[in-house]
T-cell receptor, first 113, second 115 residues
């Protein structure tokens, strides 16, 4: 069964600290993996996309990694800011059909001053 | 910037009512999607459309229908709303069906409560 599992479910850290969010998937075949940021009351916004051959992708203070062999991805946030408080969703595309876009349930990140 | 708009941010309806949720995108995207988002669950696909008048069922189509009469507009219809359809509904669009061009642009969501 195609699944995307994220951990932790929620995380609280102090402003300025770093954190890492995890994503494990069993989606096959694999096309690409994206991380989205979803602010409260808003729709998700794409942060990064990685294909099979890419193992690192950065977007400012966000760095995503992908290990296609172990089917794991992580999102590392450096020097966190209050505006990083949001849900982070890992999304894996498993094929050409739109029904093969599998969403994780997200990690709820809270940054405390 | 791509803009995806949804007709309402919040809706409260009664059980049995017919409910229309509208989504409009302004970037001539081919594909449009309707998802629902519930706590602890990932987004679940209700329906998607890859062209005008074309639609395909997603993972949870029961109790829903859709309409795409124009390329920019994709409507989700709850024929007879039930309390278990209380949820956040998100519309999204993508430029094409190609995997590399499949960044989904989401609307702000409609929080529907069915009493």
């Amino acid at each position: 069964k195609n699944q995307v599992e994220q951990s932790p479910q929620s995380l609280i850290i102090l402003e300025g600290k770093n954190c890492t969010l995890q994503c494990n998937y069993t989606v096959s075949p694999f096309s690409n993996l994206r991380w989205y940021k979803q602010d409260t009351g808003r729709g998700p916004v794409s942060l990064t996309i990685m294909t099979f051959s890419e193992n690192t992708k950065s977007n400012g203070r966000y760095t995503a990694t992908l290990d296609a062999d172990t089917k794991q991805s992580s999102l590392h946030i450096t020097a966190s800011q209050l505006s990083d408080s949001a849900s982070y969703i890992c999304v894996v595309r498993g094929g050409s059909s739109a029904s093969k876009i599998i969403f994780g349930s997200g990690t709820r990140l809270s940054i405390r001053p | 910037d791509v803009k995806v708009t949804q007709s309402s941010r919040y809706l409260v309806k009664r059980t049995g009512e017919k409910v229309f949720l509208e989504c409009v995108q302004d970037m001539d995207h081919e594909n449009m999607f309707w998802y629902r988002q519930d706590p602890g669950l990932g987004l679940r696909l209700i329906y998607f459309s890859y062209d005008v008048k074309m639609k395909e069922k997603g993972d949870i189509p029961e109790g829903y229908s859709v309409s795409r009469e124009k390329k920019e507009r994709f409507s989700l219809i709850l024929e007879s709303a039930s309390t278990n359809q209380t949820s956040m509904y998100l519309c999204a669009s993508t430029p094409t069906r190609l995997a590399g061009a499949d960044t989904q642009y989401f609307g702000p969501g409609t929080r529907l409560t069915v009493l």
